[in-house]
């Protein structure tokens, strides 16, 4: 293997064991990384983090490598055990999920290759806005919308 220009370059021996990488990982991101459990953890932590942050500054460690490396899954055993009541929202968003008290789940949509240029990014607004009217009536802030196009590499781009 070596680079050459911007792009990897492997010798044509390789292809099979190249290809079967890329198509392993098109499926951990599948199977696993996008699960909706998973993303339910992933935006909850995301939710206590960001009420965290005032309190410990969080993001003023994410431009710094030198602090960065520091904050890793300790950060959330941090939040947990602190005595302070400016925590107490991060703690609660932590406990549900160490209850599996997760965020819900709705539903997923595969768009068609053929549909692909009308549902490149769709957001929160419009869902909210195409909901059908009942007794429960989403705002854009209840709503968490993940766009995900998963293929072994750039598609197209290639």
């Given at each position: ?121 769709i957001t929160a607004q419009d869902i909210v806005c195409s909901q059908i009217t009942s007794k429960v009536l989403l705002k854009e802030e209840d709503v ?11 598609g197209k781009d290639n």
């Amino acid at each position: 293997m070596r680079v050459m220009g911007d792009e990897i370059c492997y010798p044509a021996k390789d292809y099979l064991s190249i290809h079967k990488l890329f198509t392993t990982r098109a499926d951990l991101h599948r199977t696993v990384y996008t699960h909706a459990k998973v993303k339910a953890v992933e935006l909850m932590l995301v939710d206590a983090l960001v009420e965290a942050n005032e309190y410990l500054g969080i993001s003023l460690h994410a431009d710094d490598p030198e602090d960065f490396w520091k904050l890793d899954d300790t950060i959330v055993k941090s939040i947990e055990t602190a005595p302070n009541d400016e925590l107490k929202k991060a703690k609660e968003i932590i406990q549900r999920i160490r209850r599996r008290e997760l965020y819900k789940f709705c539903n997923q949509y595969s768009v068609p290759k053929d549909k692909l240029d009308h549902f490149k990014n769709i957001t929160a607004q419009d869902i909210v806005c195409s909901q059908i009217t009942s007794k429960v009536l989403l705002k854009e802030e209840d709503v968490a919308v993940s766009n995900v196009k998963i293929d072994l590499t750039r598609g197209k781009d290639n």
